[in-house]
């Protein structure tokens, strides 16, 4: 699965983003001839390369066919949001890049309605409705659906500080809707202000992130394929721009080391049958493996330690599961690399009917194991001692083993 990490050292905003992808690998002509289904005029993107600091990066600016007449190159059409989502609705883009840039916009409407206590149909977006930022949100989403990226994970967000002037007059930084959005959000979005005079994360940009970033925080284990770099239009003094690492999540088939999320938490209020159900519903939502540990607790209570292994994508999903289906009010998360066996499940033929048997294999360790279920149903199914349809299973997997040495001699 492709993986995007966002490296937002110096902030990140729509034209970085798009620069980004092209640095990857995005074509230009896909760019484009994607960005006329839209049929939207008075614009034209410019692709050129530059160089910030010491870095050179890819540089994309949308440039309005209208700048001649004197308006700035962020403030000319004003929108609302029924006209953004029309645009894209009414085009013959992908139902995928529709949806999440509609995402978006609704992401930005919501705060930018908080931060200045109107409707979200009262709301003009000004820099984020303009012609240049639809180009930014969704050339985006075609850059991410061009290049197969499935995930996108993102740094702490590095903002600068002080005051910007846009078409409000003149802002703190973070401005008001950048402000909001972190503000807003189900989850926690590390954010950093560094000791730079200016807007470094814009609402675009923090938009996009918040929409498509699965999890914030360190690079992700994955096999990096490429590096990419996406230049912003601010002199900050240092360098100024979005790192992209794009790689492969997960190993190979045969691959012995992976990653998997531990989530902890200490129930000391909670009756056995709801304890018992909570366990079982968790299994059944992806959970790898869960169980419970007897503990003391303050007072000398006792209660049960739930611990839950899931993988790294599920790790919210499962969280709040826990959350609903106990009484716990916190859960701890471990992050833990892992060793484990190649596995793969062979049919054997028994007395009794067909079961599956797990196959691991590690090095020069084997390990094989009938399923349970299998047996179980057979032993129903022929009235024999479970144990019975066991040993057959083991018969024939002694068998096969015998067959695999033949055939190696």
């Known amino acids: ?193 560094d000791d730079v005079a200016t807007e470094l994360v814009t609402p675009t940009g923090m938009a996009i992130v918040k929409t498509i970033a699965s999890k914030f925080g360190a690079v992700p284990m994955m096999n990096i394929q490429r590096i990419g770099y996406g230049t912003g239009k601010r002199s900050t003094g240092r360098i100024n721009a979005l790192r992209g690492i794009l790689g492969e999540q997960g190993q190979p088939e045969n691959s012995t080391q992976d990653e998997v999320v531990l989530l902890e938490a200490n129930i000391d209020d909670q009756t056995g049958e709801i304890l018992g159900y909570a366990m079982n519903h968790l299994l059944c939502q992806g959970a790898l493996d869960a169980y419970y540990t007897p503990i003391y607790m303050k007072k000398n209570r006792p209660a049960v330690k739930l611990s839950v292994l899931a993988k790294p994508e599920d790790e919210e999903k499962i969280t709040e599961i826990i959350f609903k289906e106990t009484t716990t009010l916190g859960v701890r998360v471990f992050h833990c690399p892992r060793y484990k066996m190649h596995r793969e499940f062979i049919q054997l033929a028994t007395p009794y009917g067909q079961i599956h048997v797990k196959h691991a294999i590690r090095n020069n360790v084997e390990k094989w194991a009938p399923e349970f279920d299998d047996c179980a149903f057979l032993a129903e199914e022929n009235q024999v001692p479970l144990t019975a349809v066991y040993d057959a299973a083991r018969q024939s997997i002694l068998q096969l083993q015998k067959n695999q040495t033949a055939d190696t001699m």
Not at 176 to 191: D, F, N, T
Request: charge should be negative; charged fraction near 20%; include cysteine.
């Open 1 to 193: 699965m492709k993986i995007l990490y966002l490296d937002c050292f110096s902030g990140i905003s729509g034209d970085m983003l798009l620069g980004l992808l092209i640095d990857l690998g995005l074509k230009e002509s896909d760019l484009t001839g994607e960005l006329r289904k839209m049929n939207m005029g008075g614009y034209t993107v410019h692709f050129s390369k530059k160089r910030t600091g010491a870095i050179c990066g890819s540089d994309v600016t949308v440039m309005l066919t209208h700048e001649a007449h004197g308006k700035g190159h962020h403030h000319g059409l004003h929108r609302n949001l029924s006209d953004c989502c029309k645009i894209i609705h009414e085009s013959s883009l992908s139902e995928w890049v529709k949806t999440m840039s509609v995402r978006v916009f609704e992401e930005v409407a919501q705060a930018e309605a908080h931060v200045h206590g109107k409707s979200i149909d009262d709301v003009h977006f000004h820099e984020v409705g303009a012609v240049d930022s639809i180009v930014d949100i969704v050339g985006t989403f075609i850059g991410l659906e061009k290049l197969g990226i499935k995930k996108i994970h993102a740094s702490p967000l590095h903002d600068g500080h002080g005051f910007i002037t846009c078409a409000h007059g003149q802002m703190p930084v973070p401005v008001p809707a950048v402000a909001q959005m972190l503000a807003s959000g189900s989850r926690a979005i590390p954010y950093i202000q």
